[in-house]
């Protein structure tokens, strides 16, 4: 009877575990066009044999775990790309703006008024006495000055939008970090009672993923699945539970600009503006700090 009965037992452990594969199959057909789901798979392992003679006899199969099929390479590659990839799309849109201030199409802009105050120029050196033609110098003459000064501004008003946009940008940050850090501590409660939180690891790397795009990160993950980022030059952003934040702090050297400190949680700020190398706010920093100061320098000299 125990043979037959090992044996109806085995059969119905097959049963329970193919039932189980085919449940995690249709989590993924379910989640085909879900954002960031990762496809998960059955792992399936026999069970604990019976000592018997002339040898061990199996007892059937069984479901050791539930995971993601990840690339963990690959999965840092994207999480670095996004980096790069915010960099450069928020640069690319800052320099749309700037390009539109160069434009001509309405019948305005700078290059259309130094083209016309030159045209005058030399239609004034060809007949000097001519009046009409002294008159038209001097309204080319304005004409050019007032572009000048409305390049000028429109610069400036490009920078400055820039900076309130940093501030919107560590707001996200500061968001998302929290976020990870709740989600640590779920993940930390998950693997402690066994069970894989595959669901949870989701969430949390499409959240560093949007970090990675506003700011460049190092991750670093310990034996309970929770992910440690460091942002700047080492700072821990988050850390277990705990999420610290970025904070703008005013620069009277850089004309009440906002220059980027971490907070740890306990005030003691520590400035990484010069440590931040990608993401959206490298881009806005350097287009805010280098870029458009450039080119006001230029506008200048021209003028």
């Known amino acids: 009877m125990a043979g037959i009965s090992g044996m109806f037992d085995a059969g119905r452990r097959a049963l329970f575990v193919n039932q189980r594969g085919l449940e995690v199959t249709s989590q993924n057909i379910a989640n085909v066009n879900t954002p960031g ?25 069984q479901v050791s775990e539930i995971r993601r099929v990840v ?15 915010g960099r450069l799309e928020t640069e690319a849109g800052l320099l749309n703006r700037i390009e539109l201030s160069f434009t ?37 003459a304005k004409q050019l000055s007032q572009e000048f000064v409305q390049t000028d501004t429109q610069f400036r008003q490009i920078q400055a939008d820039t900076n309130k946009e940093l501030i919107g940008v560590l ?9 990870v850090a709740a ?15 595959n669901d949870l690891y989701d969430q949390r790397q499409n959240l560093i993923n949007e970090i990675s795009e506003h700011i460049d990160i190092r991750t670093l993950e310990d034996q309970f699945g929770q992910t440690t980022i460091f942002v700047g030059n080492g700072k821990t952003l988050v850390e277990g539970a705990n999420a610290g934040s970025l904070v703008g702090v005013a ?24 440590a931040i190398s990608g993401g959206r706010l490298n881009s806005l920093m350097d287009v805010r700090d280098n870029l458009i ?3 006001l320098d230029r506008l200048e000299q021209l003028s």
């Open 37 to 61: 789901y990762t496809r998960q798979e059955a792992i399936l392992e026999a069970t604990r044999p019976l000592d018997r003679q002339p040898g061990q006899i199996g007892t059937g199969v």
């Open 71 to 85: 690339n963990t390479f690959i999965e840092n590659q994207i999480t670095s790309g996004e980096s790069r990839f």
């Open 104 to 140: 001509d199409a309405d019948g305005t802009g700078l290059n259309l008024a130094l083209s016309d105050f030159f045209s005058a120029i030399q239609d004034l050196a060809t007949n000097p006495q001519h009046r009409p033609a002294r008159a038209v110098l001097l309204e080319r």
């Open 171 to 179: 707001g996200e940050i500061n968001q998302f970090a929290a976020q």
């Open 183 to 197: 989600l640590n501590q779920r993940i930390k409660e998950v693997t402690l009672s066994g069970q894989r939180p």
């Open 251 to 274: 620069d009277a050297d850089k004309n009440g600009f906002l220059n980027v400190s971490f907070d740890p949680g306990n005030g003691n700020r520590v400035d990484i503006t010069g």
């Open 293 to 295: 100061p450039s080119y």
